[in-house]
């Protein structure tokens, strides 16, 4: 048996766990010497969270991955480490009024982020969904249709709302993480770090929103589809038992971009920005809209908000 094909950080801390070991460390259990010379498996078993890694330590991080990935996949993989900004606190605005509920957001947000496609061993995740509901019926997420078809363009009697991760400012998720693997970074969006997650899942439980999305098997990713422009808490390649969700698409943000979803989006529906810049698009939205946040009574302060710019 090859016990570094069987045997990950998430196992191990598992067992720790179910044993009331938790004060045993990992090279402990192993009998490793994490001073002694390891190849890239244990120097990746062994680093540290990304937020207290030096700037060496990142990078060889990221090189460890590259390695990985070009094997994995023939492929160069540009993966940032660039920091958030300061002076920035980004929100989201969608106007239900003008969505269409043609999903080209959900496409293109998959593409982007290295999404599993689905397959034998793995099922498809996609971190948008869109959700119809009849005009003149209340808002409720759990009885909106997420398998509609409207083939022939938007249904006149509907109005549809795209769900994602609403980011949170009081974060259920991350508050359930056991491994601290999931935090808000300084720019308001939270992220999660990949290699720390262990698959207990119980941030999936006390998302309210349902944006969290667990990878019960290999992802599924054909190396054609692949996108090499990545940031290590974003959209790099994941593995089997690791939670991961939307982000912002911080790859694409802190190169001052927009989240490919709002690039996507044919009606212009969705609005993104600094909140702090009194001359953002999304400044003026909240002073000239009235707008609201899903399940607010559960007071977790999203930073996802909605609108209609019909009044």
């Known amino acids: 048996m090859n016990w570094q094909k069987t045997i990950t ?10 044993l009331g070991l938790m ?5 402990m259990a192993l009998g490793v010497d994490p001073k002694k010379k390891k ?3 244990m ?7 990304y937020r207290i890694m030096s700037k060496k330590e990142k990078q060889e991080a990221v090189e460890r991955l590259q390695r990985r990935y070009k094997k994995e996949y023939g492929k160069s993989v540009d993966i940032s480490t660039k920091d958030a900004h300061d002076g920035e606190k980004f ?18 947000c998959a593409e982007e982020n290295n999404t599993s496609r689905g397959g034998e061993t793995s099922s498809q995740i996609q971190y948008i969904q869109v959700l119809k509901f009849k005009k003149g019926k209340t808002m409720r997420l759990e ?8 083939i022939q363009g938007p249904d006149p009697d509907a ?7 609403q980011q949170c400012e009081n974060a259920p998720c991350v508050n359930a993480c056991p491994t601290k693997a999931t935090w808000i970074e300084k720019e308001g969006i939270s992220v999660v770090d990949y290699n720390w997650c262990i698959g207990c899942r119980m941030c999936v439980n006390a998302c309210p929103y349902g944006a969290r999305k667990f990878n019960w098997g290999k992802p599924e990713l054909p190396p054609n589809e692949l996108n090499v422009n990545t940031h290590y808490l974003s959209n790099r390649p994941r593995t089997k038992g690791v939670v991961e969700k939307c982000h912002f698409c911080l790859q694409r943000v802190r190169d001052g971009k927009y989240p490919q979803c709002h690039k996507a989006c044919p009606a212009g529906v969705r609005k993104f920005g600094n909140l702090l810049d009194p001359s ?20 977790t302060e999203p930073r996802f908000y909605y609108y209609s710019s019909l009044g």
């Open 159 to 165: 109005y549809y709302v795209p769900i994602a991760c």
């Open 143 to 150: 009885e909106g249709d997420a398998e509609y078809e409207d």
């Open 9 to 18: 950080r998430r196992t191990v801390l598992k067992l720790l766990g179910g």
């Open 280 to 299: 953002s698009e999304v400044h003026y939205i909240f002073k000239k809209y009235k707008v609201f946040r899903l399940k607010e009574n559960l007071n």
């Open 91 to 108: 929100v989201y605005l969608l106007d239900i009024s003008r969505c269409i509920g043609c999903r080209k957001c959900v496409t293109a």
């Open 43 to 49: 120097d990746e078993f062994f680093q540290k969270n």
């Open 23 to 27: 004060s045993v460390t990992p090279s």
């Open 39 to 41: 190849n890239d498996f």
